[in-house]
């Protein structure tokens, strides 16, 4: 599984009730989180469940127990229902959400400041780190 570098988020499969789309066509953008086909061949959608009303990937069996793994919880994982399980720190280089008011949208992910306060940390600062440091949790150079 691998780490989106814009959301953090390991979740590569689409919700039951996503609209269909051709992951194959690149240009086509999600007008929910802006992602766009372009980079995301790796995508893979879930099959169908009857009577599923819920967007929400939380009540997926299997992504619950995803989360509870050691090293999801290691890298502080949580579940979006959104996008499924992503990382709630921020990346060291992020802009200040404190500046932002609740209604502003982040222009990369189209994250809402408001929906996500209290949430999401900002990662400390790296400035100190040696060229080719590695961060002890997600394995990650500088």
Known sequence: MATCPVIGTTNSV??????????NVD????????ATTDHHHNLDKHPNIPGLNSTEATSCPALKS??????????????CPVVGT??????????????????????????????HKNNVVTHPSVEGAAKDAVCPVSGQGH
């Open 66 to 79: 995803a989360v509870k793994e050691p090293k999801a919880q290691e890298l502080d994982d949580a579940v």
């Open 27 to 34: 240009g086509q953008t999600c007008p929910v989180v802006g």
């Open 86 to 115: 992503a990382t709630t720190v921020l990346p060291p280089d992020h802009p200040d959400v404190l500046k932002a008011g609740p209604e502003d949208v982040c222009p990369v992910t189209r994250a809402t400041v408001g929906h």
């Open 14 to 23: 689409l919700p039951p009730n996503h609209p269909e789309v051709d992951l």
